[in-house]
């Protein structure tokens, strides 16, 4: 969310990099500091939204394929 994804912006131009950034900023506080369980599907949504759009981010990807493993995490029974 600090920078716009430099993915997005080689194939579709700064103003759509520009508002999937603003997207992600505005999901901060979903993820951080932590994802929880009520927060996961906000960031669900960010993904199906960048996919129904037809958009591949980079870095963008890194941040969801995060947020998957976080979900996991969260999903694991305590010894």
Do not use: C, M
């Amino acid at each position: 969310a600090a920078f716009p994804d430099s993915h997005i912006i080689r194939k579709w131009g700064v103003e759509t990099a520009a508002r999937v950034q603003r997207r992600a900023l505005d999901l901060e506080p979903y993820w951080r500091p932590v994802v929880t369980r009520n927060s996961f599907n906000q960031l669900l949504e960010f993904d199906r939204d960048l996919k129904t759009d037809g958009l591949n981010p980079g870095t963008t990807a890194d941040f969801v394929v995060g947020t998957v493993f976080a979900q996991n995490l969260i999903n694991q029974k305590q010894p």
